[in-house]
């Protein structure tokens, strides 16, 4: 019941969090990932800065709620339609005041990477290895519709 109502809470509007952004550090590259996911996002905003990404497995929030759906339809919540989110990069001088920040705003906020040399790739570390970051052709929702 809880995630047939996360069009509306959490929400998928990204105007606010790209304010408080704003407000809070001098914000290099934003970008609101929708199909594809995450990981499709990230992709294309790499492209976009020209520049390569470490991501952290451990440190990407999945709701509950999705982690079991995915479960159960043998998902990847990397490539999960992700309205509502919204990807930014700012120097890692200003990580701790935008944390900080959303969190005062009542709004999650969380480093899942860095940014790195393009030559370096659009990289995934899963249990202490790089691997490529995934993509996603097809949003991974469309394997619930077949």
Do not use: W
Not at 6 to 12: E, Q
Not at 22 to 29: M, Y
Request: glycine share 8%; charged share 25%.
């Amino acid at each position: 019941r809880q995630a047939q109502q996360f069009l509306f809470t959490p929400g998928i509007g990204v105007v606010r969090d790209a304010k408080i952004a704003r407000e809070l550090a001098p914000i290099h590259s934003m970008h609101d990932p929708t199909e594809g996911g995450l990981a499709e996002g990230l992709h294309e905003l790499a492209v976009a800065a020209e520049v390569g990404l470490i991501i952290e497995e451990e440190q990407i929030p999945v709701f509950p709620e999705t982690r079991e759906l995915c479960r159960v339809y043998q998902i990847n919540p990397l490539g999960l339609i992700a309205s509502g989110a919204l990807l930014f990069t700012a120097a890692p001088e200003h990580e701790e005041r935008i944390l900080e920040g959303f969190a005062r705003h009542g709004e999650p906020c969380a480093r899942i990477g860095r940014v790195v040399e393009k030559e370096q790739g659009v990289m995934l570390r899963a249990r202490g290895k790089l691997y490529p970051l995934p993509r996603f052709p097809k949003d991974e929702i469309l394997k619930i519709f077949r």
